[in-house]
């Protein structure tokens, strides 16, 4: 007997997904905009290889050359391109350093709000109902708290450190995601493709991961994209209020807070210099982000 003809064997949504992605996401890179691109490159560059770029440690201090301004270069050669502060360390490789605690507590952050919104988002959005109803009420519950005063209570439970402010942020930041994929599953939920998978029999959770999940996939991105300018933000302003790391390890906040007590005293550059890189960052992010908000959305695309 000769084998039965192969049938063809539909592909699950996701491999869909990355198949149609991959020249798209090529296509996208070389249309970036460049200099938000090369902002975010280089703040990432600085976390990842810090102790490579930085001219010296961030914690050596030398009182020989204390509150000195920038590209100032001492009797032994030693140059300082943004200056010293109180205690003769380098401001500029300070801030290098710093690029490690606001990249890392940016993207561990936006990862972790990011998870649990989209989860509960896209099981209120699907289930309805009560469940619903519950994680909605929260959710709004949640966001008629001022975020800084939530934090802040948090820390003040938790204690002050880079794990628990990653955590603070997170429960702070996370509703927003939660209710704008709630909104996109609502529309998403009575097509035809999700009514067609009900009727063969897949479980809520099957058509949640396999369906759902890869339509508000999108929307995902250019939220997370927006909301790391804004964790950077949130960190730089828990730092600045001595409820992020403690020192002597370097982060822009803290040091725009210890910068700000020598501003009558002419030091400008310990306020000024480390708040240049937190502008550039929250600005690059913001404008990739909105130029995938235009890329992604195709009625956006076709204008």
């Not at 609502?186 to 759902?212: E, K, M, P, W, Y």
Request: charged share 15%.
């Amino acid at each position: 007997m000769t084998a039965p003809p192969r049938t063809a064997v539909a592909q699950a949504p996701w491999s869909v997904f990355w198949r149609h992605r991959r020249r798209a996401l090529w296509e996208a890179l070389r249309s970036a905009p460049k200099l938000p691109l090369l902002i975010i490159v280089t703040i990432l560059m600085f976390a990842a290889f810090a102790e490579l770029l930085a001219p010296y440690a961030p914690d050596f201090t030398n009182f020989d050359v204390r509150l000195k301004p920038p590209l100032f270069v001492s009797d032994d050669g030693a140059r300082y391109i943004m200056g010293t502060d109180n205690l003769g360390r380098d401001v500029f490789s300070r801030v290098i350093h710093g690029a490690r605690i606001s990249v890392l507590v940016g993207f561990l952050a936006v990862g972790l709000s990011g998870s649990v919104g989209t989860a509960l988002g896209l099981i209120s959005g699907y289930f309805g109902g009560t469940l619903d109803s519950v994680i909605m009420r929260f959710t709004d519950m949640m966001l008629a708290m001022p975020a800084i005063l939530l934090a802040i209570a948090l820390i003040g439970v938790l204690g002050a450190s880079v794990q628990n402010m990653i955590i603070v942020i997170a429960v702070a930041t996370w509703p927003s995601y939660a209710r704008i994929i709630r909104a996109e599953v609502l529309t998403l939920r009575n097509r035809d493709f999700v009514q067609l998978a009900r009727v063969s029999g897949a479980s809520g959770a099957r058509i949640i991961l396999r369906h759902l999940l890869p339509n508000v996939v999108n929307t995902l991105i250019i939220l997370a994209t927006l909301q790391i300018g804004i964790t950077i933000i949130f960190e730089a302003s828990l730092s600045f209020l001595g409820l992020g790391v403690k020192p002597p390890t370097p982060a822009w906040g803290f040091m725009l807070s210890d910068g700000q007590k020598f501003l009558q005293g002419g030091a400008w550059w310990l306020a000024i210099l480390p708040g240049v890189p937190i502008v550039l960052t929250v600005l690059a992010t913001n404008l990739l982000g909105d130029w995938l908000r235009d890329r992604l959305d195709p009625l956006r695309r076709q204008v």
